[in-house]
């Protein structure tokens, strides 16, 4: 009777640890890749802060990094390049006749880090080096467009949510930090993004 007791415990025990361990807060860990899409603020401030200007457009692109998963807690590198259509407007006077400011691509690579709130929820904080592609025009046409990228910081934060098979879901803020705009003729411009995204895990 007491042997019998005693594999019943056992077995019970067997059974029940597999889903103790699901029920465990277990970080993402391994290679993915993913599209976003979402919203773009874009200001532009002169040199000497007197005038700036505003854009909002859509932004999408694509995303792909790695995650080191360590129990509740990962460890990852990402990369992303996205697209949007910004475009401000400054008036005639501005900048050497440069009436306004395109933004066009941007090009980012960082770290992140975050920890598992709940099975399948996790929250993560990411910085890293991002490049914003501009063109600076005039609409007289007197003056040749002015092409360049701008070095930047990013930072931003988000979370991201287990879905059916090895997909994943995202919601993100980042905020991106760009200085000396078109040889410095604008001054400095910031990007404010909210995207949403769908990834596939391997």
């Known amino acids: 009777m007491k042997k ?13 640890a597999p889903a ?7 970080a993402p860990g391994g290679l993915y890749v993913g599209v976003l899409a979402g919203y773009e603020g874009l200001n532009v401030e002169s040199s000497d802060d007197s005038i700036s200007a505003d854009a909002d ?8 990094g790695y995650d080191l998963s360590l129990g509740s807690a990962f460890v990852g590198v990402e990369g992303e390049l996205s697209k949007s259509g910004g475009s401000t407007e400054f008036p005639d006077s501005f900048a050497g006749a440069r009436d306004g400011l395109d933004a066009d691509g941007q090009y980012y690579i960082g770290a992140r880090a ?4 709940t099975p399948g929820i996790a929250a993560y904080g990411k910085v890293g080096y991002t490049a914003l592609d501009t063109r600076a025009f005039t609409s007289a046409g007197s ?3 002015l092409e360049e990228n701008a070095d930047g910081l990013r930072f931003g934060g988000g979370l991201q949510v287990q ?8 919601i993100e803020y980042r905020r991106s930090q760009y200085n000396n705009i078109a040889d410095a003729d604008f001054g400095d411009a910031k990007t404010d993004q909210i995207v949403a995204g769908v990834g596939l895990r391997f």
């Not at 879905?163 to 995202?170: D, F, N, Q, Y």
């Open 20 to 26: 103790m361990a699901q029920d465990q807060n277990t």
């Open 4 to 16: 019998t007791v005693a594999l019943a415990i056992i077995a019970g025990g067997m059974v029940a």
């Open 57 to 64: 457009s859509a932004v999408y692109g694509i995303t792909a």
């Open 163 to 170: 879905l059916p098979g090895p997909l994943e879901g995202r």
């Open 114 to 117: 975050g920890v598992a709130l």
């Open 143 to 145: 003056l040749s467009d």
